[in-house]
């Protein structure tokens, strides 16, 4: 079976800066791109980040450009998503998920196929 997991979030204070990892295990995970959603409490899931794992190309949603940084390591099956000037609203439970969008469509989540339990990301003000 393919597995996610997710770490590294936590609990900082407006500005700080926290660097979630997913971890792809098990079988072969065939995807074109992974990315990172997040849904808060009362909210729709909405994508944060996505990148093109064979070209390399990267996708974010406006709300963290300039804030966030999606990244891979091939050879680690490990991807990353590093947030610095974290704020109040950036609360939320993230995931990370693996899927086959078209890149104009990178934060359509019911593209990607693959999902990791998630890792809480909390921001205090």
């Known amino acids: 079976a393919v597995q996610l997991v997710e770490s590294g979030g936590g609990s900082v204070q407006a500005g700080g800066s926290l660097r979630l990892s997913c971890a792809a295990s098990g079988a072969a995970v065939s995807r074109s791109h992974m990315g990172w959603f997040r849904q808060a409490p009362g909210k729709e899931r909405e994508g944060v980040a996505a990148i093109d794992i064979s070209g390399g190309t990267t996708y974010y949603a406006d709300s963290v450009k300039g804030r966030f940084t999606i990244s891979q390591d091939n050879a680690k099956s490990t991807m990353y998503l590093q947030m610095n000037s974290l704020k109040p609203e950036d609360t939320a439970m993230y995931y990370c998920?693996?899927?086959?969008?078209?890149?104009?469509?990178?934060?359509?989540?019911?593209?990607?196929?693959?999902w990791g339990q998630g890792t809480q990301v909390t921001v205090s003000s």
């Open positions: 998920a693996a899927g086959w969008p078209y890149d104009d469509f990178w934060s359509r989540f019911t593209d990607y196929y693959y």
